[in-house]
Nanobody, 118 residues
Framework: QVQLVESGGGLVQPGGSLRLSCQAS????????IGWYRQTPGKERDLVAL??????????DYGDFVKCRFTISRDNAKNAVYLQMNSLKREDTAVYYC?????????WGQGTQVTVSS
């Protein structure tokens, strides 16, 4: 089983930045995918940024709305993945979830709230 713990959410003004962290239990290298999704009330979770391993190649996918504002990164030695969010907009307000995939199963963290407001 994979356990994921997010941190780094909070209140930020429009145009500001936040850095989210996701700490994974065990070795992150065993995961076929790890990254970030977000959800607002009444809507489905949307892809924000995701590392996916296909064969021997790692890919990064971003949600269409990211438009170069967000950057996903990882530190395999620390079993952590990060999301640097810049130029935040009010519409980025959501609960951000870390997701890891292992042996065909998806595992989710508890989420961290990001609120963009003046």
């Amino acid at each position: 089983q994979v356990q994921l713990v997010e941190s780094g959410g909070g209140l930020v003004q429009p145009g500001g930045s936040l850095r989210l962290s996701c700490q994974a239990s065990g070795t992150m290298l065993s995961l076929s995918a790890i990254g970030w999704y977000r959800q607002t009330p009444g809507k489905e979770r949307d892809l924000v940024a995701l590392f996916t391993r296909r064969g021997n190649t790692n890919y990064i996918d971003y949600g269409d709305f990211v438009k170069c504002r967000f950057t996903i990164s990882r530190d395999n030695a620390k079993n952590a993945v990060y999301l640097q969010m810049n130029s935040l907009k009010r519409e980025d307000t959501a609960v951000y979830y870390c997701k890891g995939s292992f042996s065909g199963n998806d595992y989710w963290g508890q989420g961290t709230q990001v609120t963009v407001s003046s």
